[in-house]
């Protein structure tokens, strides 16, 4: 999951977050700033020189990648945290890695971050402490996946849709609907040149689809899914499977794919999108510039900075959770990555002036219509109570359904 951009925070955004952490620091002196036994950190210490990582390809640069991108050695330098960073490439390997107690803080998506609570391995995070959290946007705080049980456990990085997207040469007429991909007899026209994620979370996917075509199941929210709703949606993805020429989760393979055509229509994100379009490629794409869904909605991610219950460094992990959402610093990663920033102010300083409304960034009526990623738990958050089937069960299903 990585994207393009370039471009460094400017010298006068340096001087503010300088008096910002500092003035936290005078509030930690004095020996401020454990996370004893994964407790909410009150108040902020010095930092202790170094910040263990775990991420997304792409969200922690430090100009080894590109020179021109670099948003960690200006942070160490003004903090004295030296940054060293483990890229992850799935959910579950985020996981794994945080339950070996040696990293300090993950940026965990939606599919991740209740397994990581309800196992113990992150901590409350103490927003005070992060000034730059009061301008992120209001529709990306006190979400399911960031917040539990009223406390909040994380700092909103960025987001994006799933979108659908396809050949324009090849599919027609135009799609709206995901049924290009799902309705058995439809998708049968694409066989061997449909492309979708290679995740148990895409069962979500097919429950959106279902949720919108066959009411009666009563699907509400795509993650919470009783044996009924579950089966249904994990039938119609073996259904599916026939006529799918390649899961896919690293976003240059798709690319490749679709350049190539060896893919027409597939589930994508916007950043595959955009550089198919840069690059000339006759594809389309749901959700991208057009301002609207297919008419089912979407599943998408939000991902959240995480500190580790065992955090060695917490002082330097808040300091970098902070860092992550600075108005510049929040636009260079999204332009990078290729995702709609957190930083509500971010959209000021993105190179490209029209970069958050490609990506809808502002734009809440949007969101509203995008399932973020949740971990999939026994209990249905309702009064069906734990009958809804838990992330083993995806796990499980998706093997079946891949075959």
């Keep these: 999951m ?16 300088a008096g910002l952490i500092a003035a936290l620091i005078g509030i930690g002196c004095g020996g401020g700033g454990e996370n004893d036994n994964g407790t909410e950190l009150q108040k902020l210490g010095k930092g202790e020189g170094e910040v263990d990582l775990i991420s997304w ?21 003004q903090t004295g945290c030296d940054v060293k960073n483990k890229i992850a490439g799935t959910s579950d390997e985020m996981v794994q890695l ?10 965990a998506s939606g599919n991740a971050t209740a397994r990581l609570v309800e196992g113990g391995d992150v901590a409350p995070v103490n927003v005070d402490l992060v000034p730059n959290y009061a301008t ?17 456990y994380g700092i909103p990085h960025g987001r994006g849709a799933n979108l659908l997207m396809w050949n324009s040469d090849e599919v ?4 709206t609907s995901w049924d290009v991909m799902l ?32 009411p009666d199941l009563g699907i509400d929210n795509p993650y919470e899914l009783d044996e ?11 259904q599916q499977r026939p006529n799918v020429g390649e899961y896919w989760s690293d976003y240059a393979k798709q690319i490749q794919a679709f350049t190539n055509g060896d893919d027409w229509v597939g589930t994508t994100w916007q950043y595959q999108y955009f550089t198919l379009k840069a690059d000339g490629q006759p594809v389309a794409a749901v959700g991208a510039k057009q301002g609207f869904l297919p008419s089912e909605g979407a599943t998408g991610w939000s991902d959240t900075w995480m500190i580790s219950s065992e955090a ?18 929040n636009a260079q990663v999204a332009e990078w990555f290729g995702e709609a920033p957190a930083q509500s102010k971010a959209c000021d300083f993105t190179s490209d002036p029209k970069f958050c409304d490609n990506y809808h960034a502002a734009d809440p009526e949007f969101w509203k219509r995008v399932y973020y990623w949740n971990t999939p738990l026994a209990d249905c958050g309702d009064d069906r109570g734990d009958v809804c089937k838990d992330y083993n069960d995806w796990v499980q299903a998706w093997t079946e359904i891949k075959g």
């Design 2 to 17: 990585t994207t393009k951009g370039e471009g460094s925070p400017a010298k006068v955004a340096w001087l503010i977050a």
């Design 57 to 77: 390809a792409g969200y922690v640069e430090d100009g080894s990648t590109d020179p021109n991108v670099d948003w960690v050695t200006d942070f160490e330098k």
């Design 136 to 152: 992120v946007f209001p529709d990306l705080k006190d979400q399911s996946y960031n917040t539990f049980d009223g406390t909040h």
């Design 98 to 107: 945080m339950r070996t107690g040696q990293y300090d803080g993950v940026s």
């Design 228 to 238: 009924d709703q579950f089966n249904a949606a994990v039938d119609l993805l073996k």
């Design 312 to 329: 060695q460094h917490p002082n330097c992990m808040y300091m970098w959770m902070n860092h992550i959402i600075d108005p510049k610093v």
């Design 183 to 214: 309705d058995p007899d439809k998708a049968a026209d694409y066989k061997g040149k449909i492309s979708a994620y290679d995740d148990p979370i895409y069962i979500a996917d097919a429950a959106v689809y279902l949720k919108a075509h066959e």
């Design 172 to 175: 027609k007429p135009a799609p």
